[in-house]
């Protein structure tokens, strides 16, 4: 027996090195195919949210940890500033610290840009990993293999990852894989180090990113599963319990959440389905130790007894949830389980473009190949089913509906779906290679026994699917390589020393099964014909091949465009819009350390971190009234908004305006959004008002209230001297007025391509002409004027 | 009814009888769950007496005696030689695995208790 053992451990790490080196390999392309917005335009931070996670993290770098989890930020929301250090989930910041940190002190100058800017592609390889650990557990190493390899390209993955999209979802991807890897791994070891180990991953992931609570439903989720079809273990006790406890106290540890994890809906699941174990496990224990007669009546006794009291109990929780009026569930979770929660009830969640229901074509573009190798994957997780691969399933349905509920939550449905493709695909190459390998040698030397696999090919009555833990052998050929094709795993070939003694005994037995209960299920593995694996095999590769190719140009022209630096193609070459940064800069450089930049909270963000100026709202979005004053003033007469504005020490207005080149998420095309919000909390903006037969218009069909309010003024200031006659491209139409003056804002700056519009808000003077004024321009709440003539003190 | 109460004292002694077979290492565990979630109760009901101010000390004193009860089953459950899954595990490394889960435990306790 030597040499045959000595020949599979050859093989065997023959294997595991060829495994490492795949896996280095799949980690590069993780990194590299997300670089491509460095190399294009530069190694800079895109969009909005990534530049506040910049800003933190500059800020913890420079002031240390102790500040860090202290500060108080002052120079956003004014006047109300903003807890930063118990608002914010430090995962991100935390992290990139750490990694800034680490290189310094290694005497590698990286600047904190840099370090943000490739924070995410190195998480995303280290996703790549955690994928194929998860999916070895799950069905085996070239599942696994093949699961990382499509996650490290999937393009709903690379749209929050890429080299600049410095964002949470950067390393809480990497964290939820992880943390799922380990509660894969207790369940199948029942050891409680991995436990402990699962429980502070999901400490970490708590840290990253508030989709937490998605990992905190899924898996009492999968134990009720469990428990319900009867796959109650001991393992699944030692799985679940410890992640309950340690993980509620560690939740509760990170400041953003708190109390929340006790006290709010979102994490009632865990306790419920943690008591129900409990009960189950007395259950089970109660049953092993009492004679079956006695276990009757025991039942008997404590279900009569156990209801009284149960409905004693839930009658009281019910209470207690109902009494509060969202029945203690967040606003966003609310709008995940109801999608029309939001539009109906909180404009602001329903106005954020992520928040949108993904289109059709939209599945296709993210997950491309996988949507159709999916259901695959799901079949081939029930042949045969066990704890993990239900739990894999589970997690796939449950990401589907959520992903179908918001754009953003794609990015969950990508690892579920890369995992049960990985395994969908895996399965189909051990299949036809199986084919090919068994076939081969009876192509070359035409023994009798061809005819006997053919007749069982032939025979083969349901399609059953190569499982590496427990095989029954039955062709007659080939007696040393057992159904592996060239990746074997150190635990099959275990399995296969085990089984040879047992292979024949069982033959004998199952060749008689077979004879006299033909209909029943047999564990045969399948074998196909010859040329058809063949073809198969390279339709597969050909499959690959689209799919990376369709993966690369997602990663290069969908997905990589910082958003901050605009490029548009024309006649007579390149053209770069960098109007933002410009305006940012200009910022900067041309007014008071003090000065307060009043805009749509889009640009809140982005204004704090480069130009530096204390802004009013941004785009954490906390508090719906002081953006709804915000949006009221910017829907009002040009008197009631600068009273708005100077009631906030507004110094300077920021508007975006897409009309000149054609940029067409401007300002103007938000407007309505403002209006709504604004209505939403000052009745006295009412959004008829500013539709024509219930269309938007900026025309000379445009409503007198839409043709006077501060955002239209402000946009289209001086815009018949741009371009001769005042025709915006966005929109596609003349402005309606053309002519007027500003009479309480003066133009400051605005960028090359007008994209960027700053206004200075003019003082007041000193006499005011005319009759003296009973009411006080003081009042800190909303102007109740819409626009009434009255004398304006100004001209 | 006195069919109902002559059931319960049956089930009652034969509860005992079976557990009174169980080996004493076990029984020493099982003790020390008792110990724990009966901390646990008291301090609910303390709770309950003088209000919940410092909420953060309640839930780390009540979770350490909760988690500490359920590390403590599942070292049971890993020591127990019925138990047919845990065959190969040898009973030093279950109880290394459960101190090592309780210094992490009582480690974020001693954080969160304020």
Redesign the interface.
Known sequence: MAEPAGGGALRNAFGGVLSIFILILIGVLAFSIRLFSVIKYESVIHEFDPYFNYRVTQFLTKNGIYDFWNWFDDRTWYPLGRVIGGTVYPGLTLTAGTMWWILNSLNIPLSVETVCVFTAPIFSANASWATYLLTKEVKGAGAGLTAAALLAMVPSYISRSVAGSYDNEAVAIFALIFTFYLYIKTLNTGSLFYATLNAIAYFYMVCSWGGYTFIINLIPMHVLLCIVTGRYSSRLYIAYAPLVVLGTLLAALVPVVGFNAVVTSEHFASFLVFIILHVVALVYYIKRILSPAMFKVAVTLVVTIGMAVCCAVIAILIALVASSPTKGWSGRSLSLLDPTYASKYIPIIASVSEHQPPTWPSYFMDINVLAFLVPAGIIACFLPLSDASSFVVLYLVTSVYFSGVMVRLMLVLAPAACITSGIALSEAFDVFTRSIKFQLPNLFSNSPSAGDNSSESSVSQDVVKNDNHRQVEKSETVPKVKGDNSRPTEKSEAVMKGKQSKKNRKKEKDLEEEDILKPKKERRLLVLPLEASAVAILLLIVLGGFYVVHCVWAAAEAYSAPSIVLTSHSHDGLHVFDDFREAYAWLRHNTDEDDKVASWWDYGYQTSAMANRTVIVDNNTWNNTHIATVGTAMSSPEKAAWEIFNSLDVKYVLVVFGGLVGYPSDDINKFLWMVRIGGGVFPHIKEPDYLRDGQYRIDAQATPTMLNCLMYKLSYYRFIEADGSGFDKVRRTEIGKKHFKLTHFEEAFTTHHWMVRIYKLKPPKNRIKGKWKKSKSSSKSSSKRNGATRKNPWQ | MPK?TN??Q??IQ??RK??A??PTNLKIIDLYVVFAVATALIQVVYMGIVGSFP??SF??GV?SC??TA??A???R??VNK??K??KD?PPER?FA??V??NL??HL??M??LG
């Open positions: 109902a059931d319960a049956l089930l034969s509860l079976a557990y077979a169980t909420f953060n839930l780390s979770l909760v988690g359920v590390l089953v599942c070292l459950i890993q019925e138990n899954e845990f595990l279950a695995d459960f090592l889960c992490v435990l974020v306790i954080n969160f």
